[in-house]
């Protein structure tokens, strides 16, 4: 493995996200012929990139999970073998405080950035949280601020992408693909008003609408969903408090008594019809399709959310929400009794309707979901579920759909995940056949050290 540059550092914390396999890798660099448990699909050609928090330098004040710098991880694989790559997004914030030597700023938990050398950024825009190819460009993306481009062989920051000046304010960390002309559909939030602006760029990376969407709160909304008419945004209550930046206090605030809001927003009108629920959150959707008048939405909910610890409160659950569009009333169910988080799918059925989601899981309710043993995954027509059980204390990442063949069925590829070894300190690629999810993978692919605990990845073919 060739080292760019870059140290292993452990810091003596009690926060457990700067601990075990939260713990940042330090260094970049290249990796050929991975070793391989089993056999790589002969027709399996591209890369699955992942992309996580890896604090460059130990924090100026009190760290939470999503503060750390941006890496990119990327497991290349052909030929039916694999090679591995990581580098950091070299933005602009982490470039300062690489000259400065340590860190410059402070985190959601609190605590005040360092003085400023001209020009630099007063908000970091770590760039950690997913990484998507669009348009030929692949963007490192993070909820708080613009996109940056990478080179997709070399992993090379670009700088910011803005689609040619028209994008003029943070763009969501999960934007959808519409699955039947390939455009771009995605959101960005901000402390002030209107709070939400809805945006889409064609499949050659035009921006080409942008809608602002009053949601009454300045709330975090990490996530949305859309179907072919509709795109859905859930208004939870953790509030963005940008007056605590400057008291050193937590910029996220969960104030329940607002209650949850959902905006369903029709895509050719621009008509939001609101929902009103109870109090909780959603960090992740699974898919939304249309249904006899409503909207059917899947995803993860939390009764709350807190941002100011070193967990997020209430574990989160699967559950169901059918949005009547004509008498405006919810019907909501829990769908599993298991921890689960991170859902993903098949994207040819994104906004269409879908009969197969693939989660992380824990199968225990004494579980703070920060911390899985299982993946899973659920025949939305049967009902039935299927658990993927590493065992041997094998902590697994977010599942990865991917189609065998452009035309196959919707449950016919492999599943990938990243999974880490505690006992060995070590982490491997999973290839499991969706078909057997429960059977053992067909390949387990060895990293050349531990890859830390991310968030998000994707999947590009050749």
Same mark, same amino acid.
């Given at each position: 493995?060739?080292?760019?540059?870059?140290?292993?550092?452990?810091?003596?914390?009690?926060?457990?996200?700067?601990?075990?396999?939260?713990?940042?890798?330090?260094?970049?660099?290249?990796?050929?012929?991975?070793?391989?448990?089993?056999?790589?699909?002969?027709?399996?050609?591209?890369?699955?990139?992942?992309?996580?928090?890896?604090?460059?330098?130990?924090?100026?004040?009190?760290?939470?999970?999503?503060?750390?710098?941006?890496?990119?991880?990327?497991?290349?694989?052909?030929?039916?073998?694999?090679?591995?790559?990581?580098?950091?997004?070299?933005?602009?914030?982490?470039?300062?405080? !690489?000259?400065?030597?340590?860190?410059?700023? =402070?985190?959601?938990?609190?605590? !005040?950035?360092?003085?400023?050398?001209p020009g630099v950024p007063q908000i970091k825009n770590q760039a950690n949280t997913n990484i998507v190819g669009h348009a030929n460009r692949m963007l490192a993306l993070m909820e708080g601020g613009l996109p940056h481009e990478l080179k997709p062989r070399t992993l090379e920051t670009i700088g910011l992408f803005d689609?040619?000046?028209?994008?003029?304010?943070?763009?969501?960390?999960?934007?959808?693909?519409?699955?039947?002309?390939?455009?771009?559909?995605?959101?960005?939030?901000?402390?002030?008003?209107?709070?939400?602006?809805?945006?889409?760029?064609?499949?050659?990376?035009?921006?080409?609408?942008?809608?602002?969407?009053?949601? =009454?709160?300045?709330? !975090?909304?990490?996530?949305?969903?859309?179907?072919?008419?509709?795109?859905? +945004?859930?208004?939870?209550?953790?509030? +963005?408090?940008?007056?605590?930046?400057?008291?050193?206090?937590?910029?996220?605030?969960?104030?329940?008594?607002?209650?949850?809001?959902?905006?369903?927003?029709?895509?050719?009108?621009?008509?939001?019809?609101?929902?009103?629920?109870? $109090?909780?959150?959603?960090?992740?959707?699974?898919?939304?399709?249309?249904?006899?008048?409503?909207?059917?939405?899947?995803?993860?909910?939390?009764?709350?959310?807190?941002?100011?610890?070193?967990? +997020?409160?209430?574990?989160?659950?699967?559950?169901?929400?059918?949005?009547? %569009?004509?008498?405006?009333?919810?019907?909501?169910?829990?769908?599993?009794?298991?921890?689960?988080? +991170?859902?993903? %799918?098949?994207?040819?059925?994104?906004?269409?309707?879908?009969?197969?989601?693939?989660?992380?899981?824990?199968?225990?309710?004494?579980?703070?979901?920060?911390?899985?043993?299982?993946?899973?995954?659920?025949?939305?027509?049967?009902?039935?579920?299927?658990?993927?059980?590493?065992?041997?204390?094998?902590?697994?990442?977010?599942?990865?759909?991917?189609?065998?063949?452009?035309?196959?069925?919707?449950?016919?590829?492999?599943?990938?995940?990243?999974?880490?070894?505690?006992?060995?300190?070590?982490?491997?690629?999973?290839?499991?056949? $969706?078909?057997?999810?429960?059977?053992?993978?067909?390949?387990?692919?060895?990293?050349?050290?531990?890859?830390?605990?991310?968030?998000?990845?994707?999947?590009?073919?050749?």
């Amino acid at each position: 493995m060739r080292v760019r540059r870059g140290v292993v550092t452990m810091w003596n914390s009690d926060n457990p996200f700067l601990n075990g396999n939260y713990a940042p890798w330090r260094e970049e660099g290249d990796a050929r012929d991975l070793e391989v448990i089993g056999e790589i699909p002969l027709d399996l050609a591209g890369a699955l990139y992942r992309i996580g928090p890896n604090p460059h330098f130990k924090p100026a004040g009190p760290y939470h999970w999503f503060d750390g710098d941006g890496m990119v991880h990327a497991f290349i694989i052909g030929d039916g073998r694999a090679a591995y790559r990581n580098r950091y997004v070299m933005t602009d914030g982490l470039k300062a405080e !690489m000259a400065a030597g340590k860190a410059l700023y =402070g985190g959601l938990r609190g605590g !005040m950035a360092a003085e400023l050398p001209p020009g630099v950024p007063q908000i970091k825009n770590q760039a950690n949280t997913n990484i998507v190819g669009h348009a030929n460009r692949m963007l490192a993306l993070m909820e708080g601020g613009l996109p940056h481009e990478l080179k997709p062989r070399t992993l090379e920051t670009i700088g910011l992408f803005d689609f040619a000046g028209k994008l003029n304010g943070p763009m969501t960390a999960h934007p959808k693909f519409d699955p039947v002309n390939g455009d771009l559909l995605f959101f960005g939030y901000a402390p002030v008003a209107p709070f939400v602006t809805w945006y889409r760029a064609d499949r050659t990376g035009n921006l080409v609408e942008t809608r602002p969407i009053d949601t =009454g709160l300045p709330v !975090m909304m990490h996530d949305f969903i859309v179907t072919d008419n509709y795109a859905i +945004f859930f208004v939870c209550p953790s509030i +963005f408090r940008l007056q605590n930046i400057f008291k050193g206090e937590p910029l996220f605030v969960w104030e329940p008594y607002h209650g949850t809001r959902i905006g369903a927003m029709h895509r050719a009108s621009g008509e939001v019809k609101w929902f009103s629920a109870e $109090a909780f959150f959603v960090f992740h959707f699974l898919n939304a399709y249309e249904e006899n008048g409503s909207l059917v939405v899947d995803g993860c909910r939390r009764n709350a959310l807190d941002m100011t610890g070193n967990s +997020f409160g209430d574990p989160p659950m699967l559950w169901r929400w059918r949005l009547d %569009l004509r008498s405006g009333s919810i019907r909501d169910e829990q769908m599993e009794d298991i921890v689960v988080e +991170f859902p993903r %799918l098949d994207e040819r059925r994104a906004g269409l309707g879908n009969r197969y989601g693939y989660f992380v899981g824990a199968d225990s309710k004494d579980h703070d979901g920060t911390g899985f043993n299982c993946l899973l995954k659920r025949d939305y027509q049967s009902g039935r579920r299927e658990l993927h059980m590493p065992g041997g204390g094998l902590v697994p990442g977010e599942p990865v759909f991917v189609p065998r063949k452009p035309g196959s069925d919707e449950d016919d590829g492999w599943v990938m995940a990243v999974w880490y070894d505690p006992a060995a300190d070590s982490s491997e690629l999973a290839i499991i056949d $969706a078909r057997n999810f429960a059977g053992a993978p067909i390949a387990r692919i060895k990293a050349p050290h531990r890859v830390p605990y991310g968030f998000h990845g994707n999947w590009v073919p050749d």
